[in-house]
């Protein structure tokens, strides 16, 4: 048995750096195991995501990039991925940021999710609110800010069999490299809600047809990934006879959604076994049971499509930050990027650089690696009226201003710890500041502003060791708690 992981690596032409993610099969019985883990779902395995867990000895990657002309087509990227041995995990993004952290991530190959789209484009439910227009427009932003093969969510194929060749081809001229077709009748919904409805299966069949007359017809290789959801519609029976009837039609890969046990997972991989089977582990609460990538390839899948992941944590992070905005505070440290990681992710840096060729004696374009890493000439320089002056007030200030029998002067050797724990009772914030920066504090947590610290310290020099200044809730329910240490 064997998996593939996802990694990166870098291949160098002239003055261009360029990210080339690829995955490696390993054969899992050839390795050794070095670090077991406990799973909350799967119980004790090994961690398959884990580079620590076992002992390889990778082969030499050699890569060139060319030009243009030689790029290989994003639909025969993936074919060479469903000709490689082992099982092919994909995240689905929503957006062009999503695929570019999905392939940043070292993912080989990426679903976009008309669920999480039809949410971040529309924010309405996947019940059939989406067009084609829509969804292939987002697709084409999508295809163009990476360089991993994407398979495509194409419903339903938006109408009968005609509608389905304008689709295809439609998305062909979108850069994807393949493309999921279902039975569902219109208005088509996520495979896994209620009220699940299927065409007949002449329809169905006249479908996956024209899509593969579609590709003949356009020159392309597009990967067809046909789906049926009878499953949850007729029955188990109807969905193999569906996935049968679709592979003699020319489907590439086929996909039952919505299958209920891993029992029945397993009778869909014994149909048409040389047909690669994709899977969906649909996150939260779906029908299908959540199986790991191990098992699954055990079972006979091929693709496994993580729908929900990325939209989730999104949504659930955004949740968590306007809620500590609402409060009067800002987003935990921990919580996002730095500023010059978002703009590192999104391509500033890249794009600064590629700036530097076009650059004429009149145009200096910005060259920002970092902020405020570039150290300013201040020689035979005077601030000038408009200036601001700022003046640095450092212990010894404050010793020599106000003396050292000062109550206040004391305060420089102690440090204020500022605790937040949220309503759910996960920590939220832990961190120090030198207890002198008092406007620090204020602007670490606004909720403290009006709160007279000043007075609390004051009082609290004079106390060996630690004291607790301040406990309380904010308006968020949040547990606010101050300490002198």
């Known amino acids: ?189 996520c495979g896994h809600t209620q009220g699940r409805k299927v065409v007949s299966r002449e329809e169905a069949i006249m479908k996956i047809k024209a899509a593969v007359d579609a590709r003949k017809e356009s020159g392309s290789d597009i990967v067809i990934v046909a789906r049926t959801d009878s499953r949850q519609a007729v029955s188990l029976e109807e969905s193999l006879w569906r996935t049968r009837a679709f592979a003699e039609a020319g489907a590439d890969v086929l996909f039952i959604d919505a299958l209920a046990s891993k029992e029945e997972m397993e009778a869909f991989c014994g149909v048409c076994p040389l047909i690669p089977k994709m899977a969906n582990m649909l996150e939260g609460g779906g029908r299908t049971p959540i199986l790991s990538p191990i098992e699954l390839d055990d079972v006979g899948y091929k693709l496994v499509a993580y729908p929900l992941s990325l939209l989730g944590v999104s949504i659930r992070a955004m949740q968590d930050a306007l809620l500590a905005i609402k409060g009067g505070r800002m987003p935990s ?98 961190i120090r500041i030198p207890a002198g920066f008092l406007e620090g504090v204020t602007n670490i947590v606004p909720a403290l502003v009006g709160v007279n610290i000043k007075a609390l310290l004051d009082d609290a020099d004079l106390e060996a060791g630690g004291k607790q200044l301040i406990d309380f809730n904010d308006t968020m329910g949040d547990r606010i708690q101050v300490f002198l240490e």
């Open 1 to 189: 048995m064997s998996i593939s992981f996802p990694f990166s690596c870098r291949s160098h032409s002239h003055n261009t750096t360029l990210h080339r993610p690829f995955s490696y099969a390993f054969h899992l019985e050839t390795l050794k195991p070095t670090n077991i883990l406990i799973h909350p779902q799967f119980g004790k395995t090994t961690d398959p995501f884990s580079l620590s867990s076992y002992r390889v000895r990778l082969p030499a990657i050699h890569s060139s990039a060319g030009d243009a002309a030689a790029v290989t087509p994003p639909a025969n990227s993936l074919r060479q991925l469903l000709a490689s041995p082992g099982i092919h995990l994909g995240p689905a993004c929503f957006d062009a940021l999503s695929a570019k952290l999905v392939e940043r991530a070292g993912f080989d190959f990426c679903f976009t999710t008309g669920f999480g789209i039809s949410a971040a484009r529309l924010g309405l439910p996947d019940t059939g609110f989406i067009s084609y227009g829509e969804i292939v427009d987002q697709g084409r932003q999508i295809t163009e800010s990476v360089t991993i093969p994407i398979i495509g969510d194409g419903d339903n194929g938006y109408g009968n069999p005609m509608n389905v060749k304008r689709t295809v081809r439609g998305y062909i001229k979108a850069g994807f490299a393949g493309i999921i077709l279902e039975d569902q009748a219109s208005p088509k919904a």
């Open 333 to 430: 440290p921990g919580s996002m990027p730095s500023f010059t990681e978002m703009k590192e992710i999104l391509g500033f840096n890249a794009y600064y650089e590629e700036e530097m060729q076009y650059s004429t004696k009149t145009s200096q374009p910005r060259l920002e690696r970092e902020p405020y890493s570039k150290q300013e000439d201040t020689k035979d320089t005077a601030p000038s009226a408009q200036d601001t002056v700022v003046e640095v007030v450092t212990p010894e200030v404050y010793n020599g201003e106000y003396g050292r029998n000062s109550s206040f002067s004391g305060i420089w050797s102690r440090k204020l710890r500022v605790k937040i724990t949220g309503r759910d009772g996960f920590e939220k914030l832990d």
